[in-house]
């Protein structure tokens, strides 16, 4: 008999630059010894992100911007955490062997050595055995979505609810960049999608069999208001993640002082972030490493950017394959010396 305990987590995205220009926001900020940290890494090319949208594009979503906001309802995140906790022993879980990674014992992201020991990957800390090998590392179990092993059933499914529906342009062209990535790194195969926005309308009702995609007002977690948050329960015997629910206070990622395309760039930009917290990727605030994990201030192009950067695609890579492939684990920096992928904070 299978356990049906399951394990719930909650990933707030805080954008730590918006502080600044949003009142009743608390101030946040970064631990101020890695945030003066200059990245080795040339800041990326914008990809064109900010041009992307066509003359219909902008006479369609200057119509529509404000409407999701007049009809935002405030949302109660704990009451949907305990609703989530109440369903999801009713979960079908498909069965799937689990997947570990290798940390040394206790963690100690700061003195990994081997590129193997650690990515961005979502893993229950309380689960992490002494690995049978080697008496000073420990396995982890990686959480991640069901890959159909026939190559057949898309990985991660999501709705849109009647609020989310009109920027459905918005989320599909996050869709089509985490395909293509996912096509390329040979994780998916013929007609299969990593990422498919269904084309129905959901409820924002817990239901295990769908994943949705919400705007919401006043998304606080543990009393910091946040731009997003992925509520995710995973299965503790496979890792698998059975339920994982995206909540964007859009209201604060519309700023007034954003242009059209700023706006819409922005949304694609948390929801790509968010996307990553569905596969269940993990922060990372290391200034060493671009990722679409990582938060940048506005005043950086790369605040903007929805495409995933290298360092994400390998941990993709590594939680959805089989292969191991240490070429996508390190980086070279500008002045051609080599250093591992870094994680040096994460919640
Ligand atoms: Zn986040």
Redesign the pocket.
């Known amino acids: 008999m299978r356990s049906i305990f399951l394990v719930l987590f909650l990933?707030?995205?805080?954008q730590q630059k918006d502080a600044a220009k949003v009142a009743l926001v608390p101030s946040f900020s970064i631990d101020p010894s890695v945030s003066e940290l200059q990245s080795p890494l040339s800041v990326p090319p914008m990809n064109a992100e900010l041009s992307q949208w066509s003359e219909a594009d902008r006479e369609y979503f200057e119509k529509i911007i404000e409407s999701p906001i007049q009809s935002l309802d405030s949302f109660d995140l704990q009451q949907y955490k305990e609703m989530s906790k109440s369903m999801m022993g009713k979960c079908q879980i498909p069965r799937a062997e689990p997947k570990y990674f290798r940390r040394p014992k206790g963690g100690g992201h700061r003195k990994i050595y081997d590129p193997s020991l650690i990515l961005g990957i979502s893993f229950d800390q309380e689960r992490c055995k002494i690995s049978s090998d080697d008496p000073q590392s420990e396995d982890c179990m990686i959480i991640r979505q069901w890959m159909d092993p026939a190559g057949k059933r898309n990985v991660l499914e999501l709705s849109l609810t009647e609020r989310t529906k009109p920027f459905r342009a918005v989320f599909e062209r996050v869709a089509a960049q985490y395909n293509s990535a996912a096509k390329k790194m040979g994780i998916t195969k013929g007609d299969q999608r990593f990422m498919h926005i269904l084309p129905e309308v959901a409820n924002t009702e817990v239901d295990c069999a769908k994943h949705i995609i919400e705007f919401v007002d006043g998304l606080v977690n543990d009393g910091t208001r946040?731009d997003?948050?992925?509520l995710s329960a995973s299965d503790p015997d496979s890792g698998l993640i059975l339920d994982a629910d995206m909540f964007i206070d859009i209201r604060r990622v519309l700023r007034s002082s954003f242009t059209l395309e700023e706006s819409l760039s922005a949304l694609m930009s948390l929801f790509s972030?968010?996307s990553?917290?569905a596969y269940g990727m993990?922060?990372n605030r290391s200034p060493l490493t671009d990722s679409i994990?990582n938060?940048y201030p506005s005043s950086d192009p790369r605040f903007f950017r929805s495409m995933l950067y290298d360092y994400d695609k390998a941990v993709l890579s590594f939680q959805y394959t089989d292969r191991y492939d240490p070429a996508l684990l390190w980086q070279t920096d500008v002045d051609g010396n080599k250093y591992l992928w870094s994680l040096i904070a994460s919640d």
Do not use: D
């Open positions: 990933v707030s995205c805080i946040s997003g948050t992925t972030h968010e990553g917290h993990r922060h994990m938060t």
